[in-house]
């Protein structure tokens, strides 16, 4: 049916005594609850909208504050469902105001004459579940309750405003107004002392416009946020033409990108680029005002990485310094304590240059807490504000405020969302929860929700849910509800996911950490739009995985599982790596996969630097063979780590594991020499066990030489190099020297048996496969020499060897036999350290500054290294864990 012809149809709900009956409720007549019931309408089921409002729009419905805009481009905060709409509607600003917005769902709400199943002035008291006739049963303030098979929340992210939590409100005699609950005739300010408390997106929105009316505005500031210029006017023409060019591919490239409008992924690393290009790129960001170039488009470690992060927050310092007269103004507006985008940055219109004008005095609360509202005004530590007005910028409940405070909800056997939801909430996929059979909520958490353009987003979850819901009838199903497996991988996939930004590291309304008392936890999914979408589509295709689906005259249906057991960077680059459809490596010959590696390398991210990088020839077993040194930055001599690379004995050499080698000696402050080993077919078995046995000798010997302390060094390797450290551990043991101080592992090859479960599990699927292991060892060592412990260690005499950490990856073929090493050491007795890196691949952890989750694993192996090296674990504060800001954040 043409969208323009649902409006059309009617919705057919039933009254049966005081009850209206329909198939589908909804709350809320936002953005996603119009749209909801336009689907809904579509596919045959009929819906009722529940509002509080007196008309529709939702958060623009209440936030009427002086400057109200959105801060996503109006062109991409748009409804994309149907193209005549998209056509019909232009805007008229970049960012467009409230009341144009307000306007907007008006016009949507008549083209589809959606109000006449809306319930305005309507709230939902109570939701509960019966199990007996599959329904949920909704208690309302105004008219008929409601009997509905499905129950959707559309109640937005940012709809319930957070109490002032300041003593004393109730005693201030002047007017006090909320942002998010403005008064629909305005306000007039004009000769009065007005105060505003907040300096979020509201406040700094307000603030301009509140200073040119009020006589004396005094700003209360908790925490500085980090606002740039809006640059407001018409849409610019770089994206307009972008937009008109082809608008279906522009709409479809928002919904598969990262934060619902189409920019490109930034490739280049902060320490790749030259001061003067940085501060390039920052202009260019700075003078497009748009709050998703910023947060995208500068360099690719910004949003996940400290140091790359705060080359920003400079920039941005420096910014408004130029811009505020007083310094010490200036500075309490410089953020300090969070990193930029942790905190939802803001945009502006003259909102530093505000803070010049003599009628606006900033109070820093860091400096002088409020300590109570009293009759007159407000008194702080330091000093007494008599006031005329009082207005609330103090934001929002969010994400959960609006589901959990609205009204109670009953799921099965009695069980409340709120109690469910005590230790922060808990869903699958953001859409639904376990014990809460036909429930959705739209933009929930666990979505990108908040981290995105919620156009795209709520679009995406209306679309799904619509969807299933005529799925389910089709098949008969009356039920469907998230099991308790599935939730609990999705819990598990969300926290994997908050690693991979700094948002964790800021106390903010993402986190609950606004709000006194509520649960703290990443609540909106960071890790994009596009991957989010990929997988809810995985949950259909998969057969509704990790739902049961249950009807009157089917067979109950529950395929139970875990969505994403991945971590969220590994799932992303294994995609990618399977959608290059690569020919499998062991078909390209030695020479071919040489080659292919030594291309696939280019397209990695530089390494970060380090002290010094050199070259040189050491000597191996039968000859010279390159080497290549990483030395710190900091005064020496190092404890030297000698290094085997990967490659199955047969590809990579001295270079090929350069980003690993840079990291371990940054992390772990020693110098790294990476030997460049023979390989096979052209040096077949032990020619790579003994070079790696004769090269930790002779750097043992030439410590000094190379700038190391003498004494014993340390091996470590990955993969074949993994298996190289630990023969040559044995080696040095049973052949008088050198002497070894400890050995780091990293997925080795420590057997030569195939039948190991992992062997199976992850035969095919993860990069290295199970044929491709056959080959590397049919190259290397032939079938009778495989048993030797110079090529499986794990036969070999494991006594008196150094202390070991071995690294393994889930959902890599050689994960067991790793395991197997660590455990036939520390049964004779070694110390050993192991890690199991959950969701990982066997390359994950090389792949630095790809797979950020690998982080905390390579921070273990370099305070593993050190101690092994009688150093303190840790070395500075180069882990984002332990910088100073996470340590603020974590103290609150
Ligand atoms: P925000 O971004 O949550 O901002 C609220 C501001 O109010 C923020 O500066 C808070 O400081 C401050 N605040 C909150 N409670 C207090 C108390 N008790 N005392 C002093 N200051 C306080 O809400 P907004 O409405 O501005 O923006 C919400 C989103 O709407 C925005 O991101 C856009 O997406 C649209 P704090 O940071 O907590 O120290």
């Known amino acids: 049916m043409p969208d323009a012809a649902v409006a059309a149809r009617s919705s057919e709900a039933t009254n049966s005594g005081t009850t209206q009956q329909v198939d589908v409720a909804v709350v809320g007549a936002g953005f996603a609850g119009l749209y909801l019931l336009h689907r809904l309408r579509k596919a045959g089921f009929t819906t009722v909208v529940l509002e509080e409002a007196g008309d529709v729009g939702g958060t623009w419905y209440w936030n009427r504050y002086p400057g109200a805009r959105c801060d996503i481009q109006?062109?991409?905060?748009?409804?994309?469902?149907?193209?005549?709409?998209?056509?019909?509607?232009?805007?008229?600003?970049?960012?467009?105001?409230?009341?144009?917005?307000?306007?907007?769902?008006?016009?949507v709400a008549d083209r589809y004459d959606l109000r006449r199943d809306i319930r305005f002035n309507t709230r939902v008291k109570a939701a509960n579940w019966d199990d007996t006739s599959e329904r949920w049963q909704l208690t309302t303030d105004n008219g008929a309750d409601v009997s509905c098979r499905y129950y959707i929340m559309a109640t937005g992210c940012l709809s319930t405003p957070k109490p002032p939590e300041i003593?004393?409100?109730?005693?201030?005699?002047?007017?006090?107004?909320?942002?998010?609950?403005?008064?629909h005739d305005g306000v007039n300010l004009a000769g009065k002392r007005v105060a505003v408390i907040g300096t979020g997106s509201s406040g700094i929105q307000s603030i301009p416009l509140i200073a040119e009316q009020a006589a004396h505005l005094t700003v209360f500031q908790r925490t500085a946020s980090f606002a740039l210029p809006a640059h407001n006017g018409p849409s610019p023409d770089d994206r307009k033409t972008y937009f008109e060019a082809d608008r279906a591919a522009y709409r479809e490239q928002a919904r598969w990108s990262l934060a619902g409008v189409p920019y490109p992924q930034e490739m280049a690393v902060s320490w790749q680029l030259s001061d003067a290009e940085r501060r390039e790129r920052f202009e260019k960001a700075w003078a497009a005002g748009d709050l998703v170039h910023i947060l995208t488009q500068l360099w690719a470690d910004q949003a996940a990485d400290f140091d790359g992060n705060a080359l920003i927050g400079k920039l941005i310092h420096e910014k408004i310094r130029a811009v505020v007269k007083d310094p010490e103004t200036a500075a309490a507006l410089s953020p300090h304590d969070h990193p930029f985008g942790s905190k939802r940055p803001c945009l502006d219109t003259n909102y530093y240059a505000t803070y010049n004008r003599p009628n606006v005095t900033l109070v820093n609360l860091r400096q002088e807490p409020i300590k109570a509202i009293t009759a007159s005004g407000i008194v702080t530590d330091k000093r007494s504000v008599d006031l005329d007005v009082i207005v609330f910028a103090t934001g929002f409940d969010a994400m959960t405020g609006a589901i959990m405070a609205v009204h109670p909800i009953t799921g099965r056997a009695g069980k409340s969302l709120s109690s469910v939801w005590a230790q922060g909430p808990q869903t699958y996929l953001g859409l639904t929860v376990a014990g809460f059979p036909n429930l959705f909520m739209i933009t929930g958490p666990g979505s990108p929700s908040v981290l995105s353009n919620m156009?795209?987003?709520?679009?995406?979850?209306?679309?799904?849910?619509?969807?299933?819901?005529?799925?389910?009838?089709?098949?008969?199903?009356?039920?469907?509800?998230?099991?308790?497996?599935?939730?609990?991988?999705?819990?598990?996939?969300?926290?994997?996911?908050?690693?991979?930004?700094?948002?964790?590291?800021?106390?903010?309304?993402?986190?609950?950490?606004?709000?006194?008392?509520?649960?703290q936890t990443l609540m909106p999914y960071n890790s994009g739009v596009g991957p989010y979408r990929g997988i809810c589509n995985e949950v259909v295709s998969r057969g509704m995985l990790g739902f049961r689906l249950t009807g009157p005259n089917v067979a109950e249906q529950c395929n139970d599982g875990e969505v994403v057991r991945l971590q969220p960077d590994v799932r992303l680059v294994l995609g990618m790596l399977a959608e290059m459809n690569l020919p499998a490596i062991e078909s390209m010959g030695?020479?071919?996969?040489?080659?292919?590696?030594?291309?696939?390398?280019?397209?990695?991210?530089?390494?970060?630097?380090?002290?010094?990088?050199?070259?040189?020839?050491?000597?191996?077993?039968?000859?010279?063979?390159?080497?290549?040194?990483?030395?710190?930055?900091?005064?020496?001599?190092?404890?030297?780590?000698?290094?085997?690379?990967?490659?199955?004995?047969?590809?990579?050499?001295?270079?090929?594991?350069?980003?690993f080698c840079r990291d371990i000696c940054r992390r772990s402050g020693m110098i790294v020499v990476s030997v460049g080993y023979r390989h096979a077919p052209e040096h077949r078995f032990p020619a790579a066990a003994e070079d790696g046995y004769a090269a930790t000798r002779w750097i043992a010997e030439h410590a000094a030489d190379l700038g190391g302390r003498p004494g014993p060094v340390l091996v470590a390797g990955w993969s074949a190099g993994g298996n190289i450290a630990a023969v040559t551990c044995q080696l040095a043991r049973d052949r008088g020297g050198p002497q070894i101080a400890g050995q780091l592992l990293v997925c080795p090859v420590t057997d030569s048996t195939f039948d190991r479960p992992s062997y199976v599990d992850n035969a095919t699927g993860y990069f290295v496969t199970r044929s491709l292991m056959f080959w590397f060892w049919d190259i290397y060592c032939s079938p009778a020499d495989r048993t030797d412990p110079r090529v499986s260690p794990l036969r070999g005499n494991l006594a008196n060897l150094p202390p070991a950490f071995v690294a393994t990856c889930e959902f890599d073929p050689l994960r067991d036999e790793g395991i197997a090493y660590a455990?036939?050491?520390?049964?004779?007795?070694?110390?050993?350290?192991?890690?199991?890196?959950r969701g990982h691949f066997h390359s994950s952890l090389m792949m630095v500054d790809v797979v950020i989750t690998g982080v905390s694993a390579r921070a273990r192996m370099a305070e593993a290294l050190r101690s092994f090296a009688g150093l303190p674990r840790k070395l500075e504060q180069i882990d984002q864990d332990t910088s100073p800001i996470a340590v603020n954040a974590a103290a609150g």
Request: hydrophobic share 35%; with cysteine; charged share 20%.
């Open 590 to 659: 030695a020479q071919g996969a040489r080659d292919f590696l030594t291309e696939f390398n280019k397209g990695r991210p530089a390494g970060r630097p380090v002290g010094e990088v050199g070259s040189g020839a050491l000597q191996g077993a039968d000859g010279p063979l390159p080497y290549r040194l990483y030395r710190p930055a900091t005064p020496g001599p190092h404890p030297i780590v000698v290094y085997f690379h990967g490659g199955g004995w047969v590809l990579g050499d001295e270079q090929s594991d350069d980003p």
């Open 74 to 107: 109006t062109m991409d905060y748009s409804y994309t469902f149907d193209p005549e709409l998209d056509r019909e509607w232009t805007w008229s600003e970049k960012y467009a105001t409230q009341p144009e917005i307000l306007r907007y769902f008006g016009f």
């Open 167 to 183: 003593d004393g409100v109730k005693d201030f005699k002047g007017e006090v107004y909320f942002t998010g609950r403005w008064p």
């Open 455 to 519: 156009a795209v987003s709520i679009e995406q979850h209306v679309d799904w849910v619509v969807d299933r819901l005529a799925a389910l009838r089709d098949a008969g199903f009356t039920t469907m509800e998230a099991t308790e497996t599935a939730q609990a991988g999705w819990a598990q996939h969300m926290a994997d996911c908050s690693m991979l930004t700094l948002h964790r590291m800021a106390n903010t309304w993402y986190t609950g950490a606004n709000v006194p008392g509520k649960a």
């Open 823 to 837: 455990e036939a050491l520390a049964a004779v007795g070694a110390p050993v350290e192991q890690l199991q890196a």
